[in-house]
């Protein structure tokens, strides 16, 4: 078998401008922060308390959650209800847009789950490779 050339059709450029991809940056930036996908996965179960998350959360402190949770709801994918209890409780849920963002958030979750073996096979493998130059 020998390499030959193939015609391929070259389609046309898509137009687009700079600022739209700023504008989506900020948005992918937000919603694909680690501590982000954690807790957005975290809410599709349903509400749950600040101490609640950051008990399952492993690793956040208390400040980088509090940030989390702030830049999600000032995106509106999460809302925060304080309830007048002694001492005031306050549970966090996502919205509608934050459930819309949930399934592909799970299904992204679900493939770093799922392939996690390869890409720790291919981690040490290039590591090998690199640690020998």
């Known amino acids: 078998m020998r390499p030959e050339h193939k015609k391929v059709p070259v389609l046309p450029p898509i137009a687009h401008l700079d600022s739209d991809c700023r504008s989506v940056a900020s948005i992918l930036a937000r919603v694909g922060d680690k501590w982000s996908v954690f807790v957005i996965m975290l809410l599709g179960d349903g509400p749950r308390r600040f101490n609640e998350i950051k008990r399952t959360v492993g690793g956040i402190s208390q400040r980088m959650l509090t940030l989390t949770l ?28 934050g459930r819309g963002l949930w399934k592909p958030v799970e299904a992204l979750g679900k493939w770093a789950f799922e392939h996690q073996p390869e890409i720790e096979s291919a981690r040490a493998k290039f590591d090998g490779r690199n640690e020998h130059k």
């Open 70 to 97: 702030r830049g999600l709801e000032r995106d509106g994918l999460v809302t925060r209800t304080v309830f007048p209890t002694i001492p005031p409780r306050v549970d966090y849920e996502l919205t509608d847009l």
